[in-house]
């Protein structure tokens, strides 16, 4: 079995995010499947090849301004029987701001719940 390379544990949720392709200029409404400080996976029915550069805009919790990341396609699986791709996407700039409400989140989502073992 391969080592796990995260640093951080990710966390199984289920959250709504607007991925923006910088070039050209693309926008795909979805769902994340899990996260971590580090990044997110999520589906899409539209391949990122790797290395492309995304604005990301994702929803922790209704009724709150979503957290605006810039990231980058690590990797991409297609999903067998459909349509769609997973997508794997790193952070590269998150505001301070930002990452305190992720961090935050994510502290309580530790409490609650088992990491994400996929």
């Known amino acids: 079995m391969g080592e796990d390379r995260r640093r ?4 199984r949720v289920y959250h709504p995010v607007r991925l923006h392709r910088l070039r050209p200029t693309q926008l795909v409404e979805t769902l994340t ?9 999520c589906m ?7 290395s492309t550069e995304l604005q990301l ?3 922790l919790l209704a009724g709150e301004e979503p957290l605006t990341v810039s990231g ?7 999903m067998p029987y459909g349509e769609q791709y997973e ?3 790193a952070f590269d700039e998150v505001s301070p701001h930002h ?3 992720l961090s935050m989140y994510l ?5 609650q719940l088992a990491p994400s073992s996929i």
Do not use: Q, Y
Not at 107 to 111: A, H, I, V, W, Y
């Open 8 to 11: 951080t544990p990710r966390f």
């Open 33 to 41: 499947k899990d996260l971590s400080l580090g990044g997110v996976r």
């Open 44 to 50: 899409s029915t539209t391949t990122f090849p790797i």
């Open 57 to 59: 805009e994702l929803v």
């Open 72 to 78: 980058h396609a690590v990797w991409f699986h297609v």
């Open 87 to 89: 997508l794997g996407i």
């Open 99 to 101: 990452k305190r409400r």
């Open 107 to 111: 502290d309580t989502l530790s409490r």
